[in-house]
């Protein structure tokens, strides 16, 4: 079954009852039992619900996933993967990654005694000499956020599978509809849904799927036990959204290119980060992983400084200013002041995140539109 089809159908019956074509919103709480234990697959909405079942079903299925988890958000998702291992244990990650997952990492689980190393993974070398015996998980981000590096994964999973380590890839700037890690030889995808899988700005979700049941079974653990579930009325609707994702993808590819075009030959444009140009680093591992570019991009101006930068976000229109990505509206946000914040200086530059780096999450209005939009905040 191709994609499309997956997205709409994979893990959705009609309702038995009413033949309701659109899985039904299951909003209660617990489930009838004929006696103790005797019941029809469902006891209490925190462990499973019919809707929330039928979302993991389909996620796991866009992903080539045997099986598949929903959290409460991308951040719930992350927390539950890094619950699967003890103190002592180290991690290896990108040195360019969401703010969000470096402040779990160093504010939270690093006090329980997780290790954590963060190297450029574009540098397999570096990748190569970081892990150890000791390594248990390799993190990948792919587009990274916000520098959109391209990291190889099948390249990565052979070096964690030579020490005995798991890895995992936060796919959530590919998308499912752009690259399938899983295909890739990864152990775990994981998604912060609130992005492209959802598309449309109302919800707040995370999911881990893997075709390993010992994993899964140690992530249903987690999410039965901590509790950070997604309500019913959420998966009903990132169900409807997913409905949606390849026809969606295929506008937000279309207009990120036009937009990385048209800015890279802007006067007064410094650089634009975006993998899909010929002289991107790692632009031919991209080619080869993933099915188009998206619509994620970066830039900097000549004027390379704060205000600069500041200047032109707060003079756009049609983009708005906020944080998050992967709606179908184009947002514009400065990572070293909001979603990277969270990361010291020294090394955000040592990654190349500038102080005046601009990100857009470009939608899926009119291209022209958002040109326009764009020579008129920049000048």
């Given at each position: 079954?191709?994609?499309?089809?997956?997205?709409?159908?994979?893990?959705?019956?009609?309702?038995?009852?009413?033949?309701?074509?659109?899985?039904?919103?299951y909003?209660?709480?617990?489930?009838?039992?004929?006696?103790?234990?005797?019941?029809?697959?469902?006891?209490?909405?925190?462990?499973?619900?019919?809707?929330?079942?039928?979302?993991?079903?389909?996620?796991?299925?866009?992903?080539?996933?045997?099986?598949?988890?929903?959290?409460?958000?991308?951040?719930?998702?992350?927390?539950?993967?890094?619950?699967?291992?003890?103190?002592?244990?180290?991690?290896?990650?990108?040195?360019?990654?969401?703010?969000?997952?470096y402040?779990?990492?160093?504010?939270?689980?690093?006090?329980?005694?997780?290790?954590?190393?963060?190297?450029?993974?574009?540098?397999?070398?570096?990748?190569?000499?970081?892990?150890?015996?000791?390594?248990?998980?390799?993190?990948?981000?792919?587009?990274?956020?916000?520098m959109?590096?391209?990291?190889?994964?099948?390249?990565?999973?052979?070096?964690?599978?030579?020490?005995n380590?798991?890895?995992?890839?936060?796919?959530?700037?590919?998308?499912?509809?752009?690259?399938?890690?899983?295909?890739?030889?990864?152990?775990?995808?994981?998604?912060?849904?609130?992005?492209?899988?959802?598309?449309?700005?109302?919800?707040?979700?995370?999911?881990?799927?893997?075709?390993?049941?010992?994993?899964?079974?140690?992530?249903?653990?987690?999410?039965?036990?901590?509790?950070?579930?997604?309500?019913?009325?959420?998966?009903?609707?990132?169900?409807?959204?997913?409905?949606?994702?390849?026809?969606?993808?295929?506008?937000?590819?279309?207009?990120?290119e036009?937009?990385?075009?048209?800015?890279?030959?802007?006067?007064?444009?410094?650089?634009?980060?975006?993998?899909?140009?010929?002289?991107?680093?790692?632009?031919?591992?991209?080619?080869?992983?993933?099915?188009?570019?998206?619509?994620?991009l970066?830039?900097?101006?000549?004027?390379?400084?704060?205000?600069?930068?500041?200047?032109?976000?707060?003079?756009?229109?049609?983009?708005?200013?906020?944080?998050?990505?992967?709606?179908?509206?184009?947002?514009?946000?400065?990572?070293?002041?909001?979603?990277?914040?969270?990361?010291?200086k020294?090394?955000?530059?040592?990654?190349?995140?500038?102080?005046?780096?601009?990100r857009?999450?470009?939608?899926?209005?009119?291209?022209?539109?958002?040109?326009?939009?764009?020579?008129?905040?920049?000048?």
């Amino acid at each position: 079954m191709k994609f499309g089809t997956k997205a709409i159908h994979a893990g959705q019956e009609p309702d038995p009852t009413t033949g309701a074509i659109m899985t039904p919103i299951y909003q209660t709480s617990t489930f009838a039992q004929k006696s103790p234990g005797n019941h029809k697959g469902y006891e209490y909405a925190r462990t499973q619900n019919p809707t929330r079942t039928a979302l993991e079903a389909n996620l796991a299925a866009l992903e080539n996933a045997e099986f598949g988890r929903c959290f409460s958000s991308g951040m719930g998702a992350t927390d539950a993967i890094l619950k699967m291992f003890a103190p002592g244990d180290e991690i290896v990650s990108t040195n360019d990654l969401y703010g969000g997952t470096y402040r779990i990492f160093t504010k939270i689980y690093e006090r329980y005694g997780l290790k954590f190393k963060f190297v450029d993974m574009k540098d397999l070398g570096a990748v190569e000499q970081a892990i150890t015996d000791q390594t248990k998980l390799v993190w990948v981000e792919t587009p990274t956020n916000p520098m959109m590096n391209i990291v190889d994964i099948e390249a990565i999973v052979k070096l964690a599978k030579a020490s005995n380590a798991k890895t995992v890839v936060d796919n959530t700037f590919a998308s499912p509809y752009l690259q399938n890690p899983m295909d890739m030889g990864a152990d775990m995808v994981m998604h912060s849904v609130t992005k492209y899988i959802a598309g449309h700005s109302d919800v707040v979700m995370g999911f881990v799927g893997t075709s390993d049941k010992e994993l899964d079974d140690q992530i249903a653990f987690v999410q039965n036990s901590s509790g950070a579930v997604p309500g019913p009325q959420d998966c009903f609707l990132v169900l409807r959204g997913i409905k949606t994702l390849h026809v969606r993808m295929d506008r937000h590819c279309d207009n990120g290119e036009k937009i990385a075009r048209y800015l890279k030959d802007h006067p007064k444009v410094g650089h634009v980060y975006w993998p899909g140009f010929e002289d991107h680093p790692n632009h031919s591992v991209a080619k080869k992983q993933m099915k188009r570019y998206g619509g994620m991009l970066s830039f900097i101006l000549k004027e390379d400084n704060q205000d600069a930068a500041f200047r032109l976000l707060e003079k756009l229109r049609v983009f708005t200013l906020a944080e998050s990505l992967g709606g179908v509206e184009s947002l514009a946000g400065h990572p070293a002041s909001m979603t990277h914040a969270s990361i010291p200086k020294d090394q955000r530059l040592e990654a190349g995140l500038t102080d005046s780096l601009i990100r857009l999450s470009v939608g899926i209005e009119d291209a022209d539109d958002l040109i326009e939009d764009l020579r008129t905040a920049i000048g």
